[in-house]
């Protein structure tokens, strides 16, 4: 039997070029200089995801308050594609619902998402979001310029104990 670590990490002005290379391999957008300045200042809502200590995976979030709602708008949360599906994903999301939870004061958690991304689609049904909206054109210069706007709205119901996970796990895997 082998340990497998995830654990979540802050980003820092030395490693800011590893979110920036993750991002490039991960999502079919390009990111400007200013989303990744805004994210060395961003605090618990931005985390590098690590795998035995090699960084395979980012969230990035940002507080969006318009339409009189506080929410938590996903910027990004993307994983390496040889590390899908080992619960990364899922440790970085219970990170963002750990945030919102302890603030209090979030509506809703909500996100863009390509049309045709099966996968993150998936996953966030998961977790209780829904489609609430489609922007066309939402995407520029790559194919399937279309986006759904997935929510998920927040409860004052207590949390199942899963949810307060301090992004620190140890998964056993079979050794083959």
């Known amino acids: 039997m082998t340990r497998s670590r995830i654990e979540l990490g802050d980003v820092t002005p030395h490693n800011i070029k590893l979110l920036k290379k993750l991002n490039t391999v991960v999502f079919p957008i390009t990111y400007n200089d200013k989303f990744y300045v805004d994210a060395l200042y961003a605090g618990e809502l931005v985390k590098l995801a690590y795998y035995n200590d090699i960084v395979v995976g980012a969230v990035c979030c940002r507080i969006d308050t318009t ?3 506080r929410r938590l708008y996903i910027m990004t949360l993307g994983c390496l594609l040889p590390y899908r599906r080992l619960g990364i994903g899922t440790i970085m999301f219970l990170h963002v619902l750990n945030y919102v939870e302890n603030d209090g004061n979030f509506d809703s958690i909500f996100l863009h ?12 049904k ?14 520029k210069c790559i194919e ?11 409860t004052n119901e207590k949390p199942p104990d899963h949810a307060h996970s301090n992004g620190h796990t140890e998964k056993t895997e079979k050794k083959t």
Do not use: R
Request: proline letters at 0%; aromatic letters at 18%.
């Open 67 to 69: 339409e009189n709602k």
């Open 113 to 124: 998402v390509q049309i045709n991304n099966d996968g993150a689609l998936e996953f966030y």
């Open 126 to 139: 998961k977790f209780g979001f829904e489609i609430v909206e489609t922007h066309k054109h939402y995407y």
């Open 144 to 154: 399937s310029t279309d986006a759904f706007v997935l929510e998920k709205t927040l």
